[in-house]
Nanobody, 123 residues
Framework: QVQLVESGGRLVQAGGSLRLSCVAS????????MGWFRQATGKEREFVAA????????YYGDSVKNRFTISRDNAKNTVILQMNSLKLEDTAVYYC????????????????WGQGTQVTVSS
């Protein structure tokens, strides 16, 4: 059983940057594809980014391309989401997820989820 804990969410002004962390315990992170999703109030969960087991293949949702960067450190069981040039529409609860395979963009392909961390972007 893998436990995921996100941190780093807070209130930030538009145009600013934020770094989210996800720490895993209970299972080797290297065995999983790792993803970040977000869910704004009243909206469906949205794919943000994912990264392959070795960390050499990142994937991004269209709305965050060229602004967000996903990385991982398997030795530290940590996944990072660096968010730059934040926009008001980035406001959401951000979730870290671990999956064994399948399409990285699909939430149902992930087996474990964290509790989420709130990111609020203000004008």
């Amino acid at each position: 059983q893998v436990q995921l804990v996100e941190s780093g969410g807070r209130l930030v002004q538009a145009g600013g940057s934020l770094r989210l962390s996800c720490v895993a315990s209970g299972g080797g992170l290297r065995n999983y594809i790792m993803g970040w999703f977000r869910q704004a109030t009243g909206k469906e969960r949205e794919f943000v980014a994912a990264i392959s087991r070795a960390g050499n293949n990142p994937y991004y949702g269209d709305s965050v391309k060229n602004r967000f960067t996903i990385s991982r450190d398997n030795a530290k069981n940590t996944v990072i989401l660096q968010m730059n040039s934040l926009k008001l529409e980035d406001t959401a609860v951000y979730y870290c997820a671990a999956g064994s395979g399948g399409h990285v963009y699909t939430p149902t392909n992930y087996d474990y989820w964290g509790q989420g961390t709130q990111v609020t972007v203000s004008s």
